[in-house]
């Protein structure tokens, strides 16, 4: 079974600069997740989506920050424009229904961020 | 809302010797108890989970977890370590009431050397 994947793994831009990052998630799974790993600190939610429906964005830094799911497939995040302090891991991650206890979220293995 | 304390950031141990990694919570509602690993440069690994049931939770590689509701802890523990077990190492709940949304610690660091 293939994991969720990412791309792109790394990327460096400069401040004011836009960004996007991509995720496909595991087949099958209805949730997907984005979240934010800021060096030294644990991963942050930034938003949730149940097929192509927003669950969660309560952290999501709305006035740059921008994430959809379409066709409840893949999903996109975006940043417009970047600031310094956006330098991080930004994780995919997908599960099944998350009402049903058992089910475990995968994580991809992450883009790495760095805005100069 | 629920928090997560991970009260050591590094933990250096040598090979084959145990360890134990301290993670603590709090929520006013109930939880479900994860502890997650992450190699350099590489996403989250699920070690174990604690929903319900036994409080004594193995997991994989070797490592198990203990539940404690009165203390609201949820440590890790191995008892002998190996240099590949090297990596970060959280610990992160999902409250009852959120529909899977992970909180996590800020994470212990494990040196492991010969």
């Known amino acids: 079974e293939a994991g969720v994947a990412q791309s792109p793994r790394y990327k460096i831009i400069e401040k004011r600069q836009s960004v996007a990052f991509w995720c496909n998630p595991i087949?099958?799974?209805?949730?997907l997740y984005w979240y934010q790993q800021i060096l030294g600190q644990g991963p942050k939610l930034l938003i949730q989506f149940q097929n192509n429906g927003v669950v969660d964005d309560s952290q999501l830094p709305k006035d740059r920050f921008s994430a959809e799911r379409l066709k409840g497939v893949d999903s996109t995040l975006k940043i417009q424009p970047a600031k310094l302090e956006d330098s991080a891991v930004y994780l995919c991650a997908s599960s099944l229904d998350p009402r049903e206890r058992n089910t475990e979220a995968f994580f991809g293995q992450g883009t790495r961020l760095t805005v100069v | 809302a629920q928090s997560v304390t991970q009260l050591d950031s590094q933990v250096p141990v040598f090979e084959e010797a145990p360890v134990e990694l301290r993670c603590n919570y709090s929520s006013s509602v109930s939880v479900y108890l994860f502890w997650y690993v992450q190699y350099p440069n590489q996403g989250l690994q699920l070690l174990l989970k604690?929903?319900?049931?036994?409080?004594l939770v193995k997991g994989i590689n070797g490592f198990e977890a203990e539940f404690n509701k009165s203390q609201t802890s949820f440590h890790l523990r191995k008892p002998s370590v190996h240099i590949s077990d090297t990596a970060e190492y959280f610990c992160a709940v999902i409250s009852t009431d959120s529909w899977g949304k992970l909180q996590f610690g800020a994470g212990t660091q494990v040196v492991v050397t010969p």
């Open positions: 604690y929903l319900s049931g036994s409080t």
């Open positions: 087949s099958g799974h209805a949730t």
